[in-house]
């Protein structure tokens, strides 16, 4: 029997059966302990009224990450916790099967707090709009809880449980959707529910939307326009590389190309989008953003590319020479820089490697000579499959 580490302490003891069963539960005791400590990240400290020892001291705020059960489901998300450092309060008394340190404890408020955390896991599991999402949506629009349901025709209680306990269901959460982005289908709502609102706060509000309706609807209205063009392509398929239009990766795309690209102009831009797609849809079995593709004179060129120009992330100039315009584009800093993912940026490095030096002409020249283009007419959609032939990068 191999005995344990803490017995090297006590060489010359002799100890009793009840006393090698107290040391051995203390050890694994602390054991336990250390191994939820390390488990954990050490966010601060702070003086609080202690709930484990009566008493006023610092204690440690921890996080980590943790599960449970929401719907029926096992969702994954971070908790945080306190824990009694004053050592006249720790306690050997923890049972085996103890998940939890004896010195930890959770405030109602913090408890509230890990409770939507835990919510919002499960949101964004389901593709839902989170508890702060909501909140932002309603306050895009100077509304209050009550008002935003009036607005939606719900329950003046519906969106308070929204922001607080309860998770929307889908039907719900398109709602939202629906009036986070159209300020226009905002207004159709407040006119429609009108006799909900007296008439100043009505004003006050449809002035608001009004308003939001001037700053993004530009924006707004080409992203409609954009998905729009992909109506047909609504489906997983060959010609979308089994995966539907993202215009935020899109954008985000084209921005990680004008940051590394010195004089990035149009007909650049839309070939090295095709380029990044099927070397992605080569290697990863799927199309990074979504596009398709139609072979035309100037390359291979995604189905809605004039909408590109007037999207709101995306920073473009205008230049004008004696017979045209060139369309220039530009990083935008402003972009979550963990939009795209590991195998997203290698695939867009390697893509820059080669075409970095390309003009307009060369490019072109080049995209013309892949099999993509030289095995599908004029004005036809270039199925991704035919990525599997094109040239090594």
């Not at 008493?55 to 029926?72: A, I, N, P, Q, W």
């Not at 919002?120 to 389901?126: E, M, S, V």
């Not at 607080?164 to 959460?173: C, L, N, R």
């Not at 990863?284 to 992330?313: D, F, Q, W």
């Amino acid at each position: 029997m191999k005995i344990p580490a803490i017995f090297a302490k006590y060489p010359a003891m002799i100890l009793t059966s009840y006393q090698l069963i107290v040391i051995i539960s203390i050890d694994r005791i602390w054991r336990r302990r250390w191994l939820r400590m390390a488990n954990s990240v050490l966010i601060g400290k702070i003086h609080m009224d202690c709930p484990i020892c009566n008493m006023l001291h610092e204690v440690e705020e921890r996080t980590r990450m943790t599960s449970t059960f929401m719907k029926g489901e096992k969702v994954f998300y971070e908790e945080h916790f306190y824990i009694c450092t004053n050592n006249s309060s720790t306690s050997n008394s923890e049972s085996p099967g103890d998940q939890k340190d004896s010195r930890e404890f959770q405030p109602e408020s913090l408890v509230n707090s890990n409770q939507m955390a835990a919510r919002n896991a499960y949101r964004r599991t389901h593709d839902l709009l989170t508890s702060d999402e909501i909140v932002a949506v309603r306050e895009n629009y100077g509304l209050t809880q009550v008002e935003a349901a009036r607005l939606l025709g719900w329950g003046e209680a519906t969106i308070a449980r929204y922001e607080s306990k309860a998770i929307q269901d889908e039907a719900y959460d398109t709602m939202l959707r629906i009036i986070q982005e159209n300020p226009l289908q905002a207004i159709a709502l407040l006119d429609k529910n009108s006799d909900k609102f007296p008439e100043p706060k009505r004003m006050q509000i449809r002035t608001r939307m009004v308003e939001r309706l001037d700053s993004y609807g530009k924006e707004f209205l080409s992203r409609q326009v954009f998905a729009g063009e992909y109506v047909k392509f609504s489906v997983p398929s060959d010609f979308n590389g089994y995966k539907l239009l993202d215009i935020d990766k899109v954008e985000s795309v084209v921005s990680y190309f004008a940051e590394r690209i010195a004089d990035l102009y149009k007909i650049q831009l839309v070939n090295l989008l095709w380029y990044a797609d099927a070397l992605f849809f080569k290697t990863c079995g799927n199309s990074m953003t979504g596009l398709v593709y139609r072979h035309e004179s100037m390359g291979m060129m995604p189905i809605g590319h004039a909408s590109l120009t007037g999207l709101k992330n995306v920073i473009v100039q205008a230049e004008e020479d004696y017979e045209s315009s060139r369309y220039r584009f530009y990083q935008n800093a402003a972009l979550d820089p963990f939009g795209l993912s590991k195998n997203e940026t290698a695939v867009l490095d390697t893509t820059i490697a080669k075409f970095r030096n390309y003009d307009a002409a060369l490019m072109v020249s080049y995209v013309q000579e892949e099999a993509a283009y030289t095995q599908t007419g004029s004005g036809n959609i270039i199925p991704y499959s035919l990525a599997k032939k094109m040239r090594a990068l």
